[in-house]
């Protein structure tokens, strides 16, 4: 594996149906994100958290290896997840894995799909053509 | 607008054949993501930026509405862009738009897929199972 390959993998999450408990306890959130990267085998490079008036928490990891996000809805009990993990050495299915744990009975609608080099589920657009911004 | 509506809109986007002179010039990455910020009408809650021995920067804005995020290969005259605005007040492919024009002629490999309630597209695993590992 080239550190410097362009690829990667790309998971993203609506989850729903979450107990009102859990998706209203910050740590909860916390924990299963933390939980997520360190099986995940990414590193962190730097972390933000913001916390919405009135309800809902946003956290965001710059790791080595890109980026993953929670976006939470308590009013809905439900929450936007995504990681991004450049390379194949790390596992950005099990950081998803962590936090559905950390949530308890939930419905998750999953999406993993490759990035970059080999993956063919990309719609190409002409080379040299800004795309249209409508 | 139900501002705690459960939806939004995910851009993600594979972005190859960049002249090597923009890809290689940080400031060319920050001043496209920021145009591309402004032209979204995302609010920018937080901003994390790292730049990576030997080369790559990886730029993860926390906006109001979600994310948004850029992780360059300047070996391979690419990068990874993904924008996720929750609610419908934004617009994450103008976002990509402005870094595009910012880039000059390049490739684009682009998804735009709506998220959450409404969504079509998503896969659904049984409530109240965690999901596999592998």
Redesign the interface.
């Known amino acids: 594996m080239n550190d410097?390959d362009?690829s990667?993998t790309?998971v993203?999450a609506?989850i729903?149906?979450i107990d009102p408990a859990a998706i209203r306890n910050d740590r909860v959130i916390l924990r299963g994100m933390d939980e997520g990267l360190d099986?995940s085998g990414a590193t962190l490079?730097?972390l933000?958290v913001?916390q919405?008036d009135p309800a809902g928490l946003?956290v965001?990891y710059?790791l080595?290896e890109?980026?993953a996000?929670v976006?939470t809805?308590p009013?809905?009990n439900?929450l936007?997840f995504?990681a991004?993990t450049?390379g194949s050495t790390c596992?950005p299915?099990?950081f998803?894995?962590a936090l559905?744990?950390a949530l308890g009975?939930?419905?998750?609608?999953?999406?993993v799909f490759p990035?970059?080099q080999g993956?063919q589920?990309?719609?190409?657009?002409?080379?040299?053509?800004?795309?249209?911004?409508h």
């Open positions: 410097f362009f990667g790309h993203i609506d729903v149906g099986r490079c730097g933000q913001r919405f946003t965001v710059l080595s890109s980026h996000s976006h809805y009013e809905r439900a936007f995504d991004f450049c596992n299915r099990a998803l894995d559905v744990a009975p939930c419905e998750v609608r999953v999406k990035r970059g993956s589920a990309s719609t190409s657009h002409a080379a040299g053509l800004a795309l249209s911004s």
